[in-house]
């Protein structure tokens, strides 16, 4: 962290750069973003006193000092303790630490699921997509909506894709499937009782393919006959969360992850496909 570990050492600064430094350590997130005249004016120096102060730290001017500044702000993040995903804010938090804490969550979220999801999961759940006539995503509360954005990729790239739950007649979509389509049953917490439980019945009966996503590591010993399983990591707890930042995180990795396998396969076509697409937008408007 060399950038934030020279302005709090403050070697050799003179009273000026000293006062500058303590201006930028004490409010480094909203640094980031500002222009030196921004800075000047926050600090109550002149522009010309903090391009001396970047060129004494090893820099070469403010954009790049701004770049390092965020590069180790970046890096300290990543090295605090986890965050709690079921509360990752408290009572009395500034905005800004609230806002540190929801990116660190994020951030907490994709590192684990890059670490825990393999390569040929994903591999394998794109060939399903890319191989079906058709696909239907099945999830509830908050998954639907992540389900929603992925159904929305697939289709910009002509791949027919639809959230099963949209009009509330899953069970119609689930008895309307047969062996040339794929089902995506989203479940975070690994719940598939109720409604879904129904819907996974109707597809085993019509013999449709399926890929569960969900953190419940249980899943493919509890449901025999599925195509693909896709493994989240668990750490969101089912109740008294404040909301579901960790477990949506996950899952919306998994899928555009899942996407953008199906995206690079046929990489080429897609890209002249999303052009034309483009261009009859902008035509209609």
Known sequence: MAVLEALS???????TEKDIAAYILNHADEVVSMSIGELAGAAFVSSASIVRLCHKMGVDGYREFRISLAAD?????????????DTPFLEGQGTRDIM??????????????????????????????????R?????IGDSEISCESFSNLLLKIGIMCYNANRHGDSLAVST???????????????????????????????RCKLIVISSDQDIPDRVAGLDCFVAL?????????????FAQTCIRYVLDSIYGECFARNYQDNITRIEHFDKQRSASR
């Open 100 to 133: 540190n804490s929801i990116a660190a969550l994020k951030h907490q979220a994709i590192d684990q699921s890059y670490a825990m999801v393999p390569a040929h999961a994903i591999q394998k759940a794109a060939r399903l997509v890319l191989g079906a006539r």
């Open 9 to 15: 050492q403050a070697r050799n600064f003179t009273k």
């Open 233 to 245: 990591p668990s750490g969101e707890s089912l109740h008294g969360k404040i909301a579901t930042f």
């Open 176 to 206: 309307g499937l047969g062996p040339q389509d794929l089902a995506i049953l989203v479940s975070y917490s690994g719940s598939l009782t109720g409604e879904m439980s129904t819907q996974l019945r109707l597809l085993k009966e019509h």
């Open 73 to 85: 702000l970046e890096r300290a993040r990543s090295d605090e303790t986890d965050i709690n995903p």
């Open 135 to 139: 696909v239907a995503l099945f999830a």
